[in-house]
């Protein structure tokens, strides 16, 4: 086994192990061309190598001011929408304690979020909470117009100079932004923030390995080192010098490109730990921001299990046989948690007795895997050994790889987002943007 495991057995009731390893040659012409930049988006393939270029001086950097803001702020509000938020939210969500807000002492600042929403009860709410504790920023946007992200940034910042006059405010708010163009990177230079550089070559999507994620989670007390070494022992373990039958994002993306053949439209990504919701949720974004394009691509949906089971599971069970099903699978709980025996056995429990919950949890994991295979639905299995900042770095750049794979075997620019801007056009024109008033009388006569 290496870092991680990519179990692939269980989808060969829809696609056969022939149709996959046919595909071999168009993965691995698709992994050659995440480096040479042949491919459709080559600008935006600075992700591919960024693992080995992070040294221990950039990652100094980060935790010094990470550290800085760690010293001035209980809680560290993290502003930012899609790839600027959703991976951070992801990292700190799996690497937290679950109850963490019930801790009468906390050792490193809480992370809340804004900016992903326009939501006036949130912001509001938001506002509220943090009276009594001493905050920062760190607000994230290569433009700093973005609409979202900015109405908050605008409300931090407000609330931030209104407690501590303006001096105090430029220690306490960090940009993460353009080198060198852009209203934040215009704002930092003014103020005297201090700030990051969101490389020009790496998509939002793809961007957790850069200051956008690695300086939040560094304050928030995630060993960003070791998230950092195994992204880049993930790296080196599917590049194109890997055999196709042992790079595991290889496999992967040859096996969820078969089941697209076949017509498997829906791909689910479960997990039986809650601590991964938000992987999924940022699973979520990459693959469906990156491949969802042209009438194309395999729209990604997400459960968390065993919760799920009493809801979604009656579909994937028996509903229309479009699905496949990738699982995470943790190896081994960092707890230990034994149940006890009864004496009057009311809940018919005393079969498990002196078993762990991890144990209840596996056996639970492996028969619906089963059932699932069974009910037509193909099973992809990710084995993890365990869940810690290095095998989470491993499993975030493995998705990444696999991501652009299967984009260019699809057909499609896996680095573009050309979908998005429709959105925000009918949105200014609504809200009266100069400009935009024409557009703004036609929507208002459909509405």
Same mark, same amino acid.
């Given at each position: ?23 071999? %040659? ?10 040479? *930049? ?5 600008? #935006? ?11 221990? =001086? ?24 899609? %790839? ?8 700190? =969500? ?7 807000? &019930? ?49 908050? #940034?605008?409300?931090?910042k407000e609330e931030i100079e209104s407690r501590y006059g303006k001096a105090e405010a430029s220690k306490r708010i960090v940009a993460v932004t353009d080198a060198k163009r852009g209203a934040l990177r215009t704002l930092a230079t003014q103020e005297g923030y201090a700030t990051f550089v969101i490389p020009d070559n790496v998509g939002g999507r793809y961007s957790v390995l ?16 070791? !998230? ?57 974004? !990459?693959?469906? =921001? ?18 799920? !089971? ?12 479009? &699905?496949? =099903? ?15 025996s009864d004496a009057d056995n009311l809940d018919g429990l005393n079969y498990l007795a002196g078993k762990r919950i991890g144990e209840v949890n596996r056996m639970a994991e492996m028969g619906t895997m089963l059932a699932h295979v069974d009910g037509g639905v193909p099973n992809i299995r990710i084995e993890l050994p365990e869940l810690d900042e290095y095998y989470l770095g ?12 299967? *984009?260019?075997? !699809? ?23 100069? *400009? ?12």
């Open positions: 086994m290496g870092i991680i495991n990519v179990n692939i057995d269980k989808i060969y009731g829809r696609a056969s192990q022939a149709e996959v390893d046919a595909l071999k %040659g168009e993965i691995e012409a698709a992994n050659r061309m995440l480096y040479d *930049g042949s491919g459709k988006g080559g600008d #935006f393939l600075g992700w591919v190598s960024l693992p080995g270029r992070i040294g221990s =001086e950039e990652l100094e950097a980060v935790e010094a001011c990470a550290r800085s803001l760690a010293s001035l702020a209980d809680v560290i509000v993290v502003i930012g929408i899609g %790839g600027s938020y959703l991976g951070t939210k992801a990292v700190y =969500e799996a690497m937290n304690d679950s109850f963490q807000l &019930l801790r009468k002492k906390q050792d490193r600042p809480l992370l809340l979020f804004a900016g992903q929403n326009l939501s006036e009860d949130y912001l509001s709410e938001l506002l509220a909470a943090v009276k009594p504790y001493r905050i920062a920023a760190i607000v994230i946007s290569k433009s700093g117009t973005t609409t979202e992200p900015a109405v908050a #940034f605008r409300l931090i850069t200051p956008v994620g690695l300086l939040p989670l560094a304050a928030a007390g995630v060993r960003i080192g070791e !998230l950092v070494r195994g992204a880049q022992d993930m790296e080196k373990a599917t590049g194109t010098d890997v055999p196709f039958e042992r790079n595991p994002s290889a496999l992967y993306a040859a096996a969820r490109t078969a089941l697209y053949r076949k017509g498997c439209k829906i791909e689910i990504l479960g997990s039986y730990d809650p601590k991964l919701l938000y992987v999924a949720e940022w699973w979520k974004q !990459l693959y469906g =921001e990156s491949e969802g394009k042209e009438g194309k691509g395999i729209f990604p949906a997400s459960v968390t299990l065993t919760a799920d !089971l009493h809801s979604m599971g009656q579909y994937i069970q028996q509903g229309e046989r479009t &699905l496949m =099903e990738t699982i995470v699978s943790i190896g081994h709980p960092k707890h230990t948690l034994k149940i006890a491993a499993l975030l750049y493995f998705f990444e790889k696999a991501c652009g794979m299967s *984009g260019y075997a !699809l057909g499609v620019n896996p680095f573009d987002q050309p979908g998005v801007e429709a959105y925000k056009k009918n949105m200014f024109a609504l809200l009266g943007k100069p *400009g935009y008033e024409e557009q703004g009388e036609e929507l208002r006569k459909r509405l």
